[in-house]
């Protein structure tokens, strides 16, 4: 596509619920970044994936977030008992190789509310 | 452990006027530095990439220095517009070279 594209742009679910977020990056990147964003906050480093592997997973918060990209394309984002604390814009970034001074690109983010 | 902050949180001003947002960071041995910007309930988009042996680098009316001795970058934008109200935030890579770190933004509001 023409760029990184995330869904569901919103999401509410109920505390204790099972989410998933998805990310189709930019067609052959093979570098992905997933980020958090809470409001007024710079967005958090979640988990890097080089191809299928997560190549850094060391910013997810505990073992509740936990995310694949089997194919090496989509990614998807799973958080298991939501808390309200997960409420926040959760992000998806591609770059082409995942070298440190390529530009990332960003999606517009899915907007997850646990009530 | 790389940490980024920025100053001010936020920023008023007139059109046509120059202005300055600063930006510090802990660790000065960084791979580079970035600039974004991100526009309400958007994602963040690129503006300038300053290499660790640059000092500067601009693009159109955006100019971004880096001094690593001192920890700090700057990003000047001149004769601002309204079209230029957004958040910038800027970041840098952690020693691994895997995650940026992004400070808190500056949210710049430009009046016509």
């Known amino acids: 596509g023409a760029g990184v594209s995330q869904t569901p742009s919103n999401k509410v679910t109920e505390k204790g619920k099972y989410v998933e977020l998805r990310c189709d990056p930019i067609s052959g990147h093979t570098a992905l970044y997933w980020y958090r964003q809470s409001l007024g906050q710079g967005p958090e480093f979640l988990i890097y994936f080089q191809g299928t592997g997560a190549a850094d997973d060391s910013g997810l918060p505990n073992d509740r977030f936990f995310a694949v990209r089997p194919e090496g394309s989509v990614s998807t984002l799973k958080i298991q008992r939501t808390e309200r604390g997960d409420s926040a814009v959760y992000l998806c970034?591609?770059?082409?190789?995942?070298?440190?001074?390529?530009?990332?690109?960003f999606g517009s983010g899915t907007q997850l509310s646990v009530l | 452990k790389q940490e980024v902050t920025q100053i001010p949180a936020a920023l008023s001003v007139p059109e046509g006027e120059n202005l300055v947002l600063n930006c510090s960071f802990t660790d000065s041995a960084i791979y580079n530095l970035q600039w974004f910007r991100q526009d309400p309930g958007k994602g963040l988009t690129s503006l300038l990439l300053i290499q660790s042996s640059q000092r500067e680098q601009t693009s159109g009316r955006l100019n971004a220095s880096l001094d690593k001795s001192s920890g700090r970058s700057t990003l000047y934008i001149a004769a601002s517009q309204p079209g230029d109200s957004a958040t910038y935030l800027c970041?840098?890579?952690?020693?691994?070279?895997?995650?940026?770190?992004f400070g808190k933004g500056t949210t710049l509001s430009v009046s016509s």
């Open positions: 970041a840098a890579y952690n020693q691994a070279g895997t995650a940026l770190i």
């Open positions: 970034a591609s770059s082409l190789n995942g070298h440190i001074d390529e530009k990332l690109f």
